[in-house]
């Protein structure tokens, strides 16, 4: 496995592709074998659900190098995931294909390998092209003749970078760099279905940096890692990726793995970092919140804790569960709003009245035309560093959700007939149905739907199987009725949970999907909806919750609409 294909890197990258009959790559260079020499992840922040991030992994034949570009879901890119391959291991592509990119040159994409697992020196002496070739310190080629460098030796030379450093830059223009952070709240580990049998988990928690700001962390891997990260524990993180559903600070965290090298600082670093955070990436105000927020929405607030109830027990669909709440206000006016904890949060979470809290990954809720704030699994809280203010001002204990009329600059518009909605144009209907289950079984390299009792995907031939959301709706407006369906952003809107909790709770509890399938039913929400070009299929491209207030305030909007001037002018008489 040690004998490279020499002069297979220079060949791929300049030559011409092959077109003759009977032509190709794998002619050419049957199974040609490389060393591993930097592995990279790519885009470092992904703001759409469309981009996909990806390995890329420059690799020598002794005498020159190429890029392979790892596809999503393939093999390669599990075992690159869970360490089986590492810098300066040796691979042999099985199959593979060559593709130009967009600077004229090739790259190749792995289809099928064979790997060692031996940690090689750098074999031969590779020119390198660094303009082509942008490595890591990493690089085996910047190693000469070490596997694997003292990895606390390393760090003291990476660049020392603060939260907002990475959230401005966004990921892009920093090489190799090091982030500081203390672990402030730490969530309970899942399994991570979508990576198969190969034993994934994910666990999300907070940290915070020497400056005092706080940002919200998914950690994916091997289970060892849930217990590098401890509560209270100071942390270094390197390679991470910063990732956002939208340009709001609401949707940013960051994403580690076991490849973030993350280690345990010193009592110098430890001593630097505060214990409450100033500030966290994406939290929002009390006023905020009730101003702009809507029923169903998972949010960040931090606020001034003003009172605080004991712990009850109450009955529940689920049985007895214990609950407790507090008053949270906004320290710069006299909004306030009450968040309720269960079970577990109820026992954990103790804050005392003036401290100021944070409140991460809350559902929203509505009770006596009031918006509340409730725990669920996967919300955090921690307490944050008091600023200096004034005294609170006065609580109006009777503020209401305000009265959305169409002059509002916040409303909305909106159709009230399924026929004249549409991806841009809301319709405001109800759930007549969901049907369940609410996932299906797909293949995770190409997505597409795998039949019960298959073990392969006919499509591509793939082996590895994910969960995924698939909610099934029936939609009436009052007069007709359509069926629709939406995936993963409709099923955590509808339901306030992502799918591994989805998973957990369906294995603990087999009637839990379909209790929750009926909680939805009746309810009145706003849909965006796309249908395909035959027309034969309705995508819901968004929904969103409403409350009662709000719904009557847009029918009675719509009523003004069709009765026209006529109508106003008779309110006014």
């Known amino acids: 496995m040690d004998a490279l294909s020499t002069g297979f890197c220079a060949s791929a990258m300049k030559g011409v592709l092959p077109h003759g009959p009977g032509e190709s790559w794998a002619s050419l260079w049957p199974s040609p074998r490389v060393q591993v020499v930097d592995i990279q992840r790519y885009p470092k922040i992904v703001t ?15 005498a020159s190098l190429i890029w392979l570009v790892v596809p999503p879901g393939s093999e390669m890119e599990e075992l690159i995931d869970t360490f089986q391959i590492e810098v300066g291991s040796c691979i042999t592509l099985n199959e593979y294909s060559v593709v130009a990119a967009k600077n004229a040159l090739n790259v190749v994409v792995p289809l099928s390998i064979t790997y060692s697992g031996n940690e090689l020196s750098l074999l031969g002496n590779p020119t390198v092209e660094e303009t082509l070739f942008c490595l890591s310190t990493e690089a085996l080629t910047k190693r000469r003749g070490a596997v694997k460098p003292n990895f606390s030796r390393a760090i003291e030379s990476y660049m020392k970078i603060s939260l ?16 500081d952070l203390r672990i402030i709240w730490k969530g309970k580990q899942r399994h991570l279905t979508a990576s198969g049998s190969m034993g994934r988990f994910v666990f999300d928690c907070i940290g915070v940096d020497r400056n005092g700001d706080a940002v919200s962390i998914s950690c994916t891997g091997q289970s060892g890692l849930y217990d590098i990260f401890s509560l209270g524990d100071c942390v270094c993180v390197t390679n991470a990726c ?3 559903r939208s340009e709001a600070e609401d949707t940013m965290r960051l994403q580690l793995n076991e490849r973030s090298f993350v280690v345990l600082r010193g009592e110098e670093a430890v001593s630097n970092i505060p214990t409450h955070p100033c500030r966290m990436f994406g939290a929002r105000s009390v006023t905020n919140l009730i101003n702009y927020s809507n029923v169903g929405d998972i949010v960040h607030v931090e606020g001034v804790v ?15 569960v214990e609950r407790s709440g507090i008053s949270l206000q906004d320290p710069a006016s006299s909004s306030l709003i009450d968040v309720t904890l269960w079970e577990e949060f109820s026992r954990s979470v103790r804050p005392n009245v003036g401290e100021r809290w944070c409140f991460c990954g809350f559902v929203v809720g509505e009770f006596m035309r009031r918006l509340t704030l409730s725990s669920r699994y996967g919300s955090g809280a921690f307490q944050m560093k008091m600023t200096p203010q004034k005294s609170l001002l006065p609580v109006n204990r009777t503020e209401k959700i305000p009265f959305m009329s169409l002059e509002n600059k916040d409303s909305l518009q909106v159709v009230l007939d399924l026929e004249e909605a549409s991806e841009t144009l809301p319709v405001l209907a109800k759930i007549q149905r969901v049907r369940v289950p609410l996932t299906y079984a797909a293949c995770r390299g190409c997505g597409k739907q795998i039949r019960s ?4 995907c006919a499509a591509c031939g793939g082996s590895t199987l994910e969960e995924r959301f698939f909610v099934r709706l029936e939609l009436s407006d009052g007069i007709c009725a359509v069926s629709a369906v939406g995936f993963a952003q409709i099923g955590e809107t509808l339901f306030g ?19 929750i399938a009926r909680d939805v039913v009746g309810l009145p929400l706003l849909f965006w909806l796309l249908r ?23 029918l009675l909007g719509a009523l003004a609409q069709m009765m026209g001037p006529s109508f106003d002018a008779s309110r006014t008489e």
């Open 242 to 244: 910063l990732t956002s």
């Open 532 to 554: 395909s070009p035959d027309d034969s299929l309705l995508h819901v491209v968004k929904c969103q919750h409403i409350d009662m207030a709000r719904c009557a305030a847009t």
């Open 48 to 62: 759409e659900p469309f981009v996909v991030s990806r390995f890329y992994v420059a690799v020598s034949d002794t």
């Open 497 to 515: 949970m992502d799918l591994p909790t989805l998973m957990k709770q369906r294995e603990e509890s087999p009637g839990f999907e379909g209790n």
């Open 306 to 320: 003003t009172s605080v109830s004991s712990a009850t027990l109450v009955n529940t669909r689920r049985g007895r």
């Open 164 to 179: 907002i450093d990475f959230v401005d830059a966004k990921g892009h223009e920093l090489e190799d760099y090091a982030l």
């Open 453 to 456: 009792k298959a073990s392969s």
